[in-house]
């Protein structure tokens, strides 16, 4: 149980594309879902908060217009990169909090390496 | 403020002997605490998770982890090491209200034969 899935787990695209990332949590309902950005040997930076059915929380830093989040039903929640540049070039990974149990936890993908020419 | 301390960037054993992965946490509230553990190129995967139940928690693949209050750490610990336990590992303390998760900067374990 709690399987979450990423779609694509890498992508290539030229400077100036879009790029969409999509995280699915599988065998549960995740109202909550998170966005983080990894660094070669770093750990996990928090971009946004994905609410289901309301506008994402951005951390302080984070260009929302330029990573656009769309959390569209219980299992879905989709990242776009807009006008991409190589510095956005990273490892992405998306959680999905889970509540069941009485436990707070967050279930990881596998993570999307995005790849900027 | 949330905040945790992972006081090895590395650590390297020999397959067999026991491993220790030390966590240290700052917390406002009565914290929920986790170990988290990435192989490379790959997503997190939970190891285990501390909820202010038993102080001693068990884990997955043999690791387990204690919760002391009062030294506010949260080491994770395994008997004997194995080749497939060489990965980065992650010590995350939980802020219950929003759920966020608060990660440390990773402590990469080195497996030797």
């Known amino acids: 149980g709690a399987v979450v899935s990423q779609h694509p787990s890498w992508v290539i695209c030229k400077s100036g594309t879009s790029v969409k990332i999509e995280c699915r949590s599988l065998d549960f309902q995740a109202t909550t879902m998170f966005w983080y950005r990894q660094f070669p040997k770093q750990s996990l930076m928090l971009m946004a908060t994905?609410?289901?059915?309301?506008?994402?929380?951005?951390e302080q830093g984070v260009e929302k217009d330029k990573f656009l989040i769309n959390h569209a039903s219980l299992t879905l929640s989709t990242l776009t990169v807009t006008s991409a540049h190589p510095e956005d070039s990273s490892f992405y990974i998306c959680?999905?909090?889970?509540?069941?149990?009485?436990?707070?936890?967050?279930?990881f993908g596998p993570g999307t390496r995005l790849t900027v020419l | 403020a949330q905040s945790v301390t992972q006081l090895d960037s590395h650590v390297s054993v020999s397959e067999g002997t026991p491993v220790l992965l030390r966590c240290n946490y700052s917390?406002?509230?009565?914290?929920?605490l986790f170990w988290y553990v990435q192989h490379p190129n790959k997503g997190l995967q939970l190891l285990l998770k501390y909820t202010s139940a038993a102080t001693l928690v068990k884990g997955i693949n043999g690791f387990e982890a204690e919760f002391k209050k009062s030294e506010t750490s949260f080491h994770l610990t395994k008997p004997s090491a194995h080749m497939s336990d060489a990965a980065e590992y992650f010590c995350?303390?939980?802020?219950?209200?929003?759920?966020?998760?608060?990660f440390g900067t990773g402590t990469s374990l080195t497996v030797i034969p």
């Open positions: 917390s406002s509230y009565s914290p929920s």
């Open positions: 959680s999905a909090r889970s509540l069941a149990g009485s436990t707070d936890t967050q279930y």
């Open positions: 995350v303390v939980s802020d219950n209200s929003p759920g966020k998760f608060y």
């Open positions: 994905s609410n289901e059915g309301s506008k994402a929380t951005y």
